[in-house]
């Protein structure tokens, strides 16, 4: 019962993770406490191992969630289930695409979408910021990388080893 329960959950996640990974944090965040199957401060962990990890982050997170909360299965049910509508709505999307493609009508939807993707976007940062900013030291270290991150144009996987190596020092 427990891999239908992910599976559908995850679905329904699928279905509107329009935007990438970071959009599904706040539905992560409700089945934290609809379900119990993690805590926010594993969501939280979950987050900086999916963004630390190769792929998608989505796709990580449902990965991770599914096996915390049901062993290999769980993981293989959460994360099928979270690809199969982009899957499903991209084989029709990839059908309609000559038909419609130059429909204003179209377009406008999508166009509508773009605030309520970024509003999900600024929930999740502010959500994930309210988790992981406990104190001064992590706050300095957020603020240190956003002006490094401004200053450094480097990839941001040398922030992210930097920043681990900043929380292994200060025991963060």
């Given at each position: ?10 679905f ?9 990974g ?18 926010s ?20 997170m449902?990965?991770y ?21 982009s ?10 695409l000559?038909?419609w ?14 605030p309520?993707v970024?509003?999900l ?11 992981t ?18 200053l ?9 080893a ?11």
């Amino acid at each position: 019962m427990i891999y239908a329960l992910l599976f559908y959950e995850f679905f329904k996640i699928g279905l509107f993770a329009i935007g990438g990974g970071l959009v599904t944090v706040p539905f992560l965040f409700d089945l934290a406490e609809e379900y119990g199957w993690f805590t926010s401060g594993e969501l939280a962990d979950m987050i900086a191992v999916s963004q630390s990890t190769p792929g998608p982050v989505g796709i990580n997170m449902a990965t991770y969630a599914g096996y915390k909360t049901a062993g290999i299965c769980g993981a293989l049910a959460a994360t099928l289930s979270e690809v199969l509508p982009s899957m499903i709505v991209i084989y029709f999307i990839a059908q309609a695409l000559n038909k419609w493609q130059n429909n204003p009508n179209i377009n406008k939807i999508l166009s509508g979408l773009r605030p309520a993707v970024l509003a999900l976007i600024l929930f999740a940062g502010w959500s994930i910021a309210q988790e992981t900013i406990t104190d001064y030291k992590s706050l300095g270290i957020m603020l240190g990388l956003l002006v490094a991150m401004r200053l450094i144009k480097k990839s941001p996987i040398y922030f992210i080893a930097a920043s681990a190596i900043v929380g292994v020092i200060l025991h963060i």
